[in-house]
């Protein structure tokens, strides 16, 4: 059971946008920013998006983040065949002193 | 560029040790944490431990604490992590991953632990 809640799945077409949900609460979320990975299918996770909407280099500007309250979004617009992996959410959580994670959701390009 | 490479997963039977190596280049190791992070098989991403960069605040997650211990040789650029009384539920791939207070910049390709009998 994850600290932060995705859901399992999510989909679109080609040039379709897309959001990924992230739910936590005050410790995490509430309190601290948002990180998004992307994981390619066999290969180890890649940061995406961090301190709420800022991407690291080569990152392209069609993934972008938001966060209110204990919840944070991802979005993807453009979607891009390419772009069919798995996302995670992640925070750190002052009650735990540690970071925590969603438990993933796999995007599918219909 | 940075890069960090794993090595050092395996086969282990229960109750057994392994220590995990973590090589990095690119960057200077001494100034960042540094963490270990796990993913079991088809499952999600598991955060395990962090060092400091002078190895004076390491932190575990509770899944590992009491068995797994992290450390740090800066001299040699490398990361390492002892993992004892390994348990069926330790099965996964290993990542180090440069930690800037939470948030994991850059990934290993990481290393394979299979606890089984």
């Known amino acids: 059971q994850s600290v932060l809640t995705q859901p399992p799945s999510a989909s679109g077409t080609p040039g379709q946008r897309v959001t990924i949900s992230c739910s936590g609460s005050s410790s995490n979320i509430g309190s601290n920013t948002v990180n998004w990975y992307q994981q390619l299918p066999g290969t180890a996770p890649k940061l995406l998006i961090y301190?709420?909407?800022q991407r690291p280099s080569g990152v392209p500007d069609r993934f972008s983040g938001s966060q209110s309250g204990t919840s944070a979004s991802l979005a993807i617009s453009g979607l891009q065949s390419e772009d069919e992996a798995d996302y995670y959410c992640?925070?750190?959580?002052?009650?735990?002193?540690?970071?925590?994670f969603g438990g993933g959701t796999k995007l599918t390009v219909l | 560029q940075v890069q960090l490479v794993e090595s050092g997963g395996g086969l282990v039977k229960p109750g057994g040790s392994l220590r995990l190596s973590c090589a990095a280049s690119g960057f200077t190791l001494s100034e960042y944490y540094m963490s270990w992070i796990r993913q079991a098989p088809g499952k999600g991403l598991e955060w395990i431990s962090y060092i400091s960069s002078a190895s004076t605040t390491i932190h575990y997650a509770d899944s590992v604490r009491g068995r797994f211990t992290v450390s740090r040789d800066n001299t040699k650029n490398s990361l390492y992590l002892q993992m004892n009384i390994l348990r069926a539920e330790d099965t996964a791939v290993y990542y180090c991953?440069?930690?800037?207070?939470?948030?994991?910049?850059?990934w290993g390709q990481g290393t394979l632990v299979t606890v089984s009998s």
């Open positions: 991953a440069r930690d800037l207070y939470g948030t994991f910049d850059s």
């Open positions: 992640g925070a750190w959580d002052d009650s735990l002193n540690g970071p925590v």
């Open positions: 301190s709420h909407n």
